[in-house]
């Protein structure tokens, strides 16, 4: 191999090259630096020739490569290496020597010689060679050393995180064994290892079989994993709930290379969910009892005003005083409503039973309910729209409920001798009820959350009134039919507008509807009709007594179970009017006693209570009632239920 030919060697990393030459021949190292110029063109040469200046040297340092021969006059090339190496431990050193042995060489080797050349005269073109192989070499030791260095940095930043990390941190083969877990594993377990004998000790029989045929269904798809389980703490042996979640690694080849995965303590978190539902259950009966224990004296209230009402008094302050006491019973029956309605909502446990009904119906309905309110505040009311029926699938009660609650706040909200109108048209299959006020407005800033839970409109008066729920209630109602409420208001004092959408239902009428709400009892029909009333309540007994008695009935009362059952048998009712809440006996064990006996079975049972949550309905049903009443209820509700009963002859 020629010079030339060492030339047209790859360029090395550094244009410019610095040699630390030591040799004391003079002809040798001016022959080695011609032949080093040929390949090197920014060629920096340092020589050495004594001991001073290879201390020189070495205090200077910033050579890229040092040649040396082996005899020289004041030591040997082995003594120098070792001087090189002890400054410079990555400097690439060159041995080329005349002098030297293999035994030099092989030492030599040890002590971290690069290369090794025989001094002869065609060896000398060599060395440009043996310089860029070397430096070659270093610069892809430096380069092979920085990333080794940013590997075990980047490791251990990785291990710091694991193992500090408050989840336990694992990783898994193909095969799903596991390979690796953070030291919160052996702290939390106990364990080193993580065997399937040791999940086993750790993980309850109960949640065992589920995670691992979760784990395993994971592991054939190659897909990620997800469980919750509890597992068994050393310092303790208490159970704690983990949420597990594992991701699949995949290389650059989309080949699959196992899961790394963490498990996160969720116990507390648990708790406070579990604890939060237990909370819930507890606020529900709380608002079942409360709506119950409201319920019955108010009862006994809307009885004696209707009661009031059929005595045709003439005094108009005893009327307005009962008109008083009916529009604020109302109210408070609203509020009680809304209440457990909320309640209900939220948990989901609302349950609508649609029909086909005449929105002319329901309206009529929802202004009868807000009439009385209407005229003590002396407003306007006019009703405009489609004279053709419209009719949609609805739950007729909600729908009610929705509308009449819509009316309140128009009148609530209007200064009094305002005007409120409601307007009712079609729109792209769509039926519109909107409800218009000239009232006290809604602010711009109101607009965007009128609808969230608890939120009110200051009166200019500085008042409230209600508890800030009828218009969330309304909304989440109206969605549950398909259709959406939306509010509209030009700003405070500019009046309000609801709009209502809700699908026109376009079948054929039921020939029968419980949509006729309004339709009155024919009292005529309840003469000397038996009813037994119960109920420990003497007010609610006695007041809902004297209203049958009125419309003709034959009357009698029971004020606990036993007298209940007593009476029933020698009264032999043909309908029995029957509370729940009764002390020592309740309504239902009067109700299973009465049907076991053969005189009771065709007996018309009613339940009256201040229970009306979904799960108090069906049990009423399957102890064997007929019917479930709501107190407070309008009289003429249950007039008219046993008036259709004795007129179906089912009674």
């Known amino acids: 191999m020629t010079v030339t030919d060492y030339a047209a060697l790859p360029p090395v990393i550094k244009e410019k090259v610095k040699i630390l030459l030591i040799d004391d021949n003079p002809h040798d190292r001016l022959r080695l630096e011609r032949e080093l110029a040929v390949c090197f063109p920014s060629l920096a040469v340092k020589s050495v020739r004594s001991a001073k200046e290879l201390d020189v040297a070495l205090s200077a340092g910033g050579y890229d490569i040092a040649i040396t021969d082996f005899e020289l006059r004041w030591t040997n090339g082995t003594n120098v290496l070792r001087q090189l190496k002890a400054c410079w431990p990555a400097l690439p050193v060159i041995m080329f020597t005349a002098s030297g042995t293999e035994e030099v060489a092989v030492e030599a080797m040890k002590e971290g010689l690069d290369d090794y050349i025989t001094k002869k005269e065609k060896h000398f073109a060599r060395v440009p060679y043996a310089v860029k192989a070397s430096l ?11 990333t080794s260095i940013s590997l075990r940095e980047s490791e251990a930043r990785f291990r710091h995180m694991a193992e500090t990390m408050p989840q336990i941190l694992y990783w898994t083969d193909v095969d799903g064994n596991v390979q690796y877990t953070n030291d919160r594993w052996r702290s939390y377990t106990g364990f080193a290892g993580h065997s399937p004998d040791v999940l ?3 993980i309850p029989p109960e949640d065992r079989e589920r995670v691992f045929t979760r784990w395993t269904e994971c592991r054939v798809a190659g897909t990620s994993f997800e469980a919750e389980f509890r597992m068994r703490r050393k310092s303790d042996g208490t159970l704690r709930w983990f949420l597990t979640r594992a991701l699949p690694v995949r290389g650059d080849d989309q080949e699959l290379q196992g899961w790394i995965g963490t498990m996160t303590d969720i116990h507390d978190q648990k708790s406070a969910a579990e604890e939060f539902k237990n909370a819930d259950r507890r606020k529900d009966k709380f608002l079942a009892t409360l709506a119950h224990e409201l319920r019955n004296p108010l009862a006994s209230i809307f009885n004696a005003v209707r009661f009031m009402r059929l005595q045709d008094t003439i005094d108009p302050d005893l009327q307005n005083a009962r008109d008083i006491i009916d529009r604020q019973a109302q109210h408070l029956v609203r509020l009680v409503d809304d209440l457990l309605d909320v309640s209900r909502l939220t948990l989901d446990k609302v349950v609508l039973h ?6 002319k119906n329901v309206i009529s ?21 489609e004279s053709e029926p ?22 609530k909200y209007t200064p009094s001798g305002g005007c409120i109108s409601v307007r009712v048209g079609r729109e792209d299959g769509n039926a519109l009820i909107i409800f218009s006020d000239d009232g006290i407005g809604i602010p711009p800033d109101m607009l965007t959350n ?28 109206i969605e549950m039919h398909d259709g959406t409420l939306t509010a509209h208001s030009n700003g405070t004092g500019q009046g309000s507008e609801f709009t209502v959408r809700i699908p026109i239902h376009e079948a054929t009428p039921f020939s029968v509807s419980s949509s006729a709400l309004n339709e009155q009892a024919d009292d005529g029909r309840l003469l000397g009709r038996r009813v037994l009333v119960v109920d420990d309540n003497r007010d609610a007994a006695d007041s809902l007594a004297m209203l049958l008695g009125l419309w003709g009935c034959d009357v009698c009362k029971a004020y606990d179970g036993l007298q209940a059952v007593e009476t029933a048998q020698q009264f032999l009712p043909e309908a029995i009017l029957l509370d729940i809440g009764m002390p020592h006996i309740d309504g239902h064990e009067i109700c299973r006693r009465i049907r ?26 399957e102890t064997g009632f007929d019917a479930h009443l709501v107190k407070p209820i309008q009289s003429d509700s249950v007039a008219e239920m046993l008036a259709n009963l004795m007129g179906s002859g089912e009674i």
């Open 390 to 411: 419209i009719y949609v699938h609805a739950d007729i009660t909600r729908l009610c409920q929705v509308f009449t609650n819509l009316l309140n706040n128009a009148i």
């Open 365 to 385: 309905t929802a202004l009868d309910a807000t009439r009385p309110l209407q005229e003590a505040m002396h407003h306007r009311l006019t009703l405009s729209g």
């Open 354 to 359: 649609k029909e086909r009904v005449s929105l």
């Open 596 to 621: 076991h006996e053969e005189w009771g079975k065709g007996i018309f049972i009613i339940a009256l209570t201040g229970w009306g949550q979904e799960a108090d309905r069906q049990r009423t049903k």
């Open 450 to 477: 009128i609808f969230d839970l608890f939120t009110q409109i200051n009166r200019s008066d500085g008042s409230n009134d209600g508890l800030g729920i009828g218009l969330t209630l309304a909304r989440q109602l």
């Open 136 to 146: 070659e070499r270093a610069t892809h030791r430096r380069a092979f050393e920085t």
């Open 200 to 202: 086993d000790r750790i």
